[in-house]
C-alpha cells in the first residue's frame, strides 16, 4: 500500500543542475529518515545525504557544498538539489525510507526499510 516513487534524473552536461523527487504513495502517517542513495556502474550502493524527520541533514564528502536534501513533510517528500554535477556523479539514485506508519483498512501498521525504484541520472563530461 506504501511506495516510493522518484522522479526528475536525466542527461546533463558537467556542471548543470538536477533536482530528484521522491514521494511516498498512500494514507501516510509519519516517514522517520529519508535517504537519497546512489549507485555506479560495477560499484555498491553508496549513502548520498540523508534527513531525518525533523529536517537535519548530512552528506556524504564527494557531495559537500553541491547537494542539498530537503523534506515537504506535508508531501511525503524528499528533494535532492544537485549542482555543479560531475561525471562521477552518475549512476542510479535511490530513494529510501527507515520506518513508514501508515494508514489501512482501519488499522494503523509500521514497516521498515522501503527502496524507491530509482532515477537515472547520466553526467557527461
Known amino acids: 500500500q506504501v511506495q516510493l516513487v522518484e522522479s526528475g534524473g536525466g542527461l546533463v552536461q558537467a556542471g548543470g543542475s538536477l533536482r530528484l523527487s521522491c514521494a511516498a504513495s498512500g494514507s501516510i502517517f509519519s516517514i522517520n529518515a529519508m535517504d537519497w542513495y546512489r549507485q555506479a556502474p560495477g560499484k555498491q550502493r553508496e549513502l548520498v545525504a540523508s534527513?531525518?524527520?525533523?529536517?537535519?541533514?548530512n552528506y556524504a564528502d564527494s557531495v559537500k557544498g553541491r547537494f542539498t536534501i530537503s523534506r515537504d513533510n506535508a508531501k511525503n517528500t524528499v528533494y535532492l538539489q544537485m549542482n555543479s554535477l560531475k561525471p562521477e556523479d552518475t549512476g542510479v539514485y535511490y530513494c529510501y525510507a527507515d520506518k513508514i506508519r501508515y494508514y489501512s483498512g482501519g488499522y494503523y501498521y509500521t514497516k521498515y526499510n522501503y527502496w524507491g525504484q530509482g532515477t537515472q541520472v547520466t553526467v557527461s563530461s
Open positions: 534527513s531525518t524527520s525533523g529536517g537535519v541533514a
